[in-house]
């Protein structure tokens, strides 16, 4: 049964920072291509970041880029979000996915499995 627990979510300040943790289980996670992604009530869930299955390609909303940053280590099956220098428009649930395939989707229709997500809220 694969599963996939994010934590580390949490109330942070603007201009704060938190790291996301997702650790998965069940699936073949070196082979896998990570995602981030987020919502908020009444809105679709919009990517964040996504990384192939070596940590070598990454990608990010430009909403984030140059404040997230993604990476994986494939000895733990985790991957991880740091988030620095918040802002209040950062505040949502936040999910991680996986996918099987081998290409980078920055959309979550191709994603397979999905975490039960972690809330994290930026005060202002």
């Known amino acids: 049964q694969v599963q996939l627990v994010e934590s580390g979510g949490g109330l942070v300040q603007t201009g704060g920072s938190l790291r996301l943790s997702c650790a998965a289980s069940?699936?073949?996670?070196?082979?896998?291509?990570m995602g981030w992604f987020r919502q908020v009530p009444g809105k679709e869930r919009e990517f964040v970041a996504a990384?192939?299955?070596?940590?070598?390609?990454?990608y990010y909303a430009d909403s984030v880029k140059g404040r997230f940053t993604i990476s994986r280590d494939n000895a733990k099956n985790t991957v991880y979000l740091q988030m620095n220098s918040v802002k209040p428009e950062d505040t949502a649930v936040y999910y991680c996915?996986?996918?099987?395939?081998?290409?980078?989707?920055?959309?979550?229709?191709?994603?397979?499995?999905w975490g039960q997500g972690t809330q994290v809220t930026v005060s202002s």
């Open positions: 996915a996986a996918d099987s395939s081998i290409v980078v989707y920055t959309t979550s229709g191709p994603y397979d499995y």
């Open positions: 069940g699936l073949a996670f070196s082979r896998c291509v």
């Open positions: 990384i192939n299955w070596n940590g070598g390609r990454t």
